[in-house]
């Protein structure tokens, strides 16, 4: 009997290796071609998948959400059975920071992403900023806990506090990537500013009674 396919194992297969090759020379020179070599398949093969370069990047961009997803998901874990809304912020910022292949690729490769939507009218008519707005919204509704719990100081804006750090993480994210500093010099001044934001050892105080 012939080996049976799984189709979105292949698309899978065919996203990670466009990640791969947009991290290494840039998204804007990639080409089909170029990824059927890197995924060790035929041109025909992602061809058949994707049918144009610009549905195989559209669907790159869902899968490198994706992936971001799942890396958040896991710092969250690491931190504890009841994480509070500090380490959680500190989860999802942190999984941005290029410290690693995994984060170097979707710092870069997401960059890339923006900076293509700006003269690219199909990747311009993707609802792009939706992940982004998504994570705004996540932040201030961990702000806006904290500050129904007390851990915050008076006077904290939840909205502008997670635009601030929003900004301030995929700032630090590029420092990073042309070597201007180490992540370790970025995640401490992330934590400098999450210090200004909770009051002390109130910042963990909702974890350790749920514990």
Known sequence: MPKRVDHTERRTEIADALLRVAARRGLHAVGMRDVAAEADVSLRLVQYYFET????????????AERFGERVTARLRAAGRHPGPRAMIEAMLMAALPTDEESRTFHLVYTSYAVLSVTDQVLAAQPFIKNPDAAEGALVELLRQAEESDLIGPGVDAR????????????????????????????????????????????????????
């Open 160 to 211: 502008l506090e997670a635009v601030s750090l929003l900004a301030m993480s995929a700032g630090l994210g590029t420092s990073i990537l042309v070597g201007q500093r180490s992540p370790e010099e970025a995640a401490t001044v992330l934590n400098r500013h999450l210090d200004r934001i909770f009051r002390g050892d109130l910042a963990d105080a909702g974890t350790r009674t749920r514990e």
């Open 53 to 64: 370069k610009e549905k195989l990047l559209i669907h790159g961009l869902q899968h490198l």
